[in-house]
Structures are given as structure tokens and as C-alpha cells.
């Protein structure tokens, strides 16, 4: 054999033994999908990389509008009080019983700088595979989104006062998440 053929068939052997090997963890039950399971470094280095680059590359061709209405920012500020506070909190609310056992834990977005707009657009509208973040876009359309990250953009540094009088200039969004109201 010469030189390139070893090497290709070394490659087809490697990667023939490397599947074998994914198909006995899985059908073994090796890999334990429990939340409380600390996930490797490796494992979490790979997925952070993965999920940055797929938000990266869709949101490049996103056109932000003006996102400084305050009419926007206080229906973004109503529809956030409804719908995203369980996971990822607001001035004035404690750590909840839910939040501590999630894997991943959703960040508690009044302690972050925000990120781009284009990408939090992205992120609200399609969610996040295998994380728990819903894709509000099947249910809300594009300018309740762009009034929710107007709010986003404006959310750290918000005082409690600021907070509610924000959501409550939005009027009441409940009924978008009757949580056994
Ligand atoms: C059921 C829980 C849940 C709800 C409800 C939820 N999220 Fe999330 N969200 C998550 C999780 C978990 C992540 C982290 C995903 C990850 O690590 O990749 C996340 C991530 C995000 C991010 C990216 C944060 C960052 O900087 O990395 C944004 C922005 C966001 N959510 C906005 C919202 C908004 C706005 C709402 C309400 C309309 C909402 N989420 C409702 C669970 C939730």
C-alpha cells in the first residue's frame, strides 16, 4: 500500500471504532443525562463554543431598529415580568426553588451586561436547543420581540422602582403565561 492509501485506511479504521465506541456509551447508559450531573470541562468548552459560533454566524444578518421608544422598552418590560422572570429573575426577586437545579442555569439577566441586540433577538426568538430557553417567536411576532430586547438592553442597572414602573406602564401580559392564575 503506498503512503495515502494508509493513511485513509487508518482514518476509516479510527473513525469506525470511534462510532462503535459513541454507540456503546449510548446504548450502554453510560452517559448519565441527570441535571445534577457536573458536566466536563471538555464537555462544556465544546458546548459554549458550539452555541456562540451558531448565534454568531444567524444574527450577523439581523437589521436592529431604534430600540430607544420608551412606549417599547415598558411593553418589553410587561412581557418579560410575565413570561421570563421564573428563569431569569428581576430586581427585586430572590434565587427560586426552580433555578438552582437547572443545567444549564439561566442567567440572571439584571447582573449581566446585556449582548449584542441582534443576538438577543435571535436568542428570544428561536430559543436554545437542550437548554430549556423557549423560542418565543412561534408564539410572539417580531416587534414583541424587538420590544422585549428593547427592554433587555436597558434591564442591568434597573432599580426596583425603575423595574416597576416599567412593567407597570406595560400593562398586564399574563394572560401570554397564566401560571395557574
Ligand atoms: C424555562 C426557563 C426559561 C424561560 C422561561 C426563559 N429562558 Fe431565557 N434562557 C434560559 C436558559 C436555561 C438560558 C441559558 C442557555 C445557555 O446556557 O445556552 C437562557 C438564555 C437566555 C438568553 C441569553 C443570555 C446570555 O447572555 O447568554 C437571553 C437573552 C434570554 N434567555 C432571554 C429570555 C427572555 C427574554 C425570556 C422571556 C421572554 C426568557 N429568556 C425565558 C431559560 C429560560
Not at 50 to 77: H, N, S
Not at 104 to 122: C, I, M, N, S
Request: aromatic share 6%.
Amino acid at each position: 500500500m503506498n503512503r495515502a492509501a494508509t493513511i485513509v485506511v487508518t482514518i476509516v479504521v479510527a473513525a469506525f471504532f470511534a462510532a462503535i465506541a459513541v454507540v456503546a456509551i449510548v446504548v450502554s447508559g453510560a452517559f448519565n443525562v441527570a441535571a445534577d450531573a457536573p458536566d466536563s470541562a471538555l464537555m462544556h468548552m465544546i458546548v459554549a463554543y458550539t452555541r456562540e459560533r451558531a448565534i454568531d454566524v444567524r444574527a450577523e444578518g439581523i437589521a436592529v431598529p431604534p430600540l430607544d421608544k420608551p412606549a417599547m422598552i415598558a411593553e418589553g418590560a410587561a412581557h418579560y415580568d410575565a413570561m421570563c422572570t421564573g428563569c431569569h429573575l428581576a430586581p427585586g426577586l430572590r434565587e427560586n426553588a426552580m433555578r438552582p437545579g437547572m443545567n444549564p442555569k439561566p442567567p440572571a439577566l439584571a447582573t449581566l451586561p446585556p449582548e449584542g441586540a441582534a443576538e438577543q433577538f435571535w436568542i428570544v426568538k428561536h430559543g436554545i436547543k437542550m437548554t430549556a430557553m423557549p423560542a418565543w417567536g412561534l408564539t410572539h411576532s417580531d416587534a414583541d420581540i424587538w420590544n422585549i430586547v428593547a427592554f433587555l438592553q436597558k434591564l442591568p442597572g434597573l432599580s426596583l422602582e425603575q423595574y416597576r414602573a416599567l412593567v407597570a406602564k406595560g400593562g398586564d401580559k399574563h394572560d401570554a403565561m397564566p401560571m395557574g392564575r
